[in-house]
């Protein structure tokens, strides 16, 4: 049984399309995230949410928007999507939001090319 | 400016040894410090979280340790195994999930 869940596992498209990743978890936790990792490996949040309402919401271009209809699913739609979005997107989720020493649950990454 | 150096990039050792990976930090403030392995196209597992009261902690043959005076900690991996081939990621928290910062990880790669 996968904790959390995205898919596609792999997406290749044309500069300028819209795509959308999905992801799922069944662990019960309240928050959600969205992280971008770049071709140097870091690994950098994009957005979070708690109980399906926005807490975190970092610098990233409002072509990125995030969706989560419930508190088990955070859906991130990208629309015209530029070179410079190609990496690996992993959603992740936690117990709580306010207090980060507990675990954080990534999946399994969603790997974005655009050519 | 908050960041997370981990060294060396890449190490190659055989089944059976031992090895150590570093990881320097100038996060402030400091919440906690957490090891992560990564295999390769798979998300971080995490190893071990540490708060500052700790100094080492220990999951099966990982053992990390944490100088917070210094702003080191290190991963210690003992009896190596195939499958610790992966990517190894320190990340310090700087208070709540928004403020991880996150290192470029260690790739460790174990031959037989």
């Known amino acids: 049984d996968t904790a959390v869940s995205q898919t596609p596992k792999y997406l290749v498209t044309q500069m300028g399309n819209d795509k959308s990743i999905k992801c799922e978890q069944n662990?019960?936790?309240?928050?959600m995230y969205w992280y971008k990792q770049d071709s140097k490996k870091f690994l950098k949040i994009m957005f979070s949410?708690?109980?399906?309402?926005?807490?975190i919401n970092e610098t990233v271009p409002n072509r990125f928007s995030p969706k989560s209809p419930d508190k088990a699913h955070l859906n991130l739609h990208i629309n015209s999507l530029e070179l410079g979005d190609s990496a690996v997107y992993f959603c992740?989720?936690?117990?709580?939001?306010?207090?980060?020493?507990?675990?954080?649950?990534f999946g399994e990454g969603s790997r974005l090319t655009v050519l | 400016k908050n960041q997370v150096e981990q060294s060396p990039q890449s190490l190659i050792i055989l089944e059976g040894k031992n090895c150590t990976l570093q990881?320097?930090?100038?996060?402030?403030?400091?919440?906690?410090l957490r090891w992560y392995k990564q295999d390769t196209g798979r998300g971080p597992v995490s190893l071990t979280i540490?708060?500052?009261?700790?100094n080492t902690k220990s999951n099966g043959r990982y053992t990390a340790t944490l100088d917070a005076d210094t702003k080191q900690s290190s991963l210690h991996i003992t009896a190596s195994q195939l499958s610790d081939s992966a990517s190894y990621i320190c990340?310090?928290?700087?208070?709540?999930?928004?403020?991880?910062?996150f290192g470029a990880g260690t790739r460790l790669a174990v031959h037989p």
């Open positions: 992740a989720s936690s117990s709580t939001s306010v207090f980060d020493t507990g675990e954080l649950f």
């Open positions: 662990l019960g936790h309240d928050t």
């Open positions: 949410y708690n109980n399906k309402e926005l807490i």
């Open positions: 990881c320097n930090y100038t996060v402030s403030p400091f919440s906690n």
């Open positions: 540490m708060t500052f009261s700790e």
């Open positions: 990340v310090v928290s700087a208070g709540g999930y928004n403020k991880l910062i």
